[in-house]
């Protein structure tokens, strides 16, 4: 069973903007924080924000923090992560996860790609 799906993805000038969505199944969505990893080409998988169940501020990798928002729709079981002022090196499959921590992922999406068309 599919847990979470991801959307948004595609080619982007840098400076512009993307949204990606995940629609999470409820069994997901129900862990402690739900978030975003991305994978660039020939490097490892890194965090980029994650949003906890309970409504805390939103945390958020450096290089990407007052760029990017990370936002949860409990009501639709979505997170959506707006990406702002886009640079190349934010060109990566970008991953939707859930779990305890950001540390301890239960359920990761199949991925969807980001990148710079400049």
């Known amino acids: 069973q599919v847990q979470l799906v991801e959307s948004g993805g595609g080619l982007v000038q840098a400076g512009g903007s993307l949204r990606l969505s995940c629609a999470a199944s409820?069994?997901?969505?129900?862990?402690?924080?739900i978030g975003w990893f991305r994978q660039a080409p020939g490097k490892g998988r890194e965090f980029v924000a994650a949003?906890?169940?309970?409504?805390?501020?939103?945390s958020y990798a450096d290089s990407v923090k007052g760029r990017f928002t990370i936002s949860r729709d409990n009501a639709k079981n979505t997170t959506d992560l707006q990406m702002n002022s886009l640079k190349p090196e934010d060109t990566a499959v970008y991953y939707c996860?859930?779990?305890?921590?950001?540390?301890?992922?239960?359920?990761w999406g199949q991925g969807t790609q980001v990148t710079d068309a400049t």
């Open positions: 996860a859930a779990g305890g921590s950001s540390y301890d992922i239960d359920y």
């Open positions: 409820r069994r997901a969505f129900s862990t402690s924080i």
């Open positions: 949003i906890n169940r309970s409504g805390g501020p939103p």
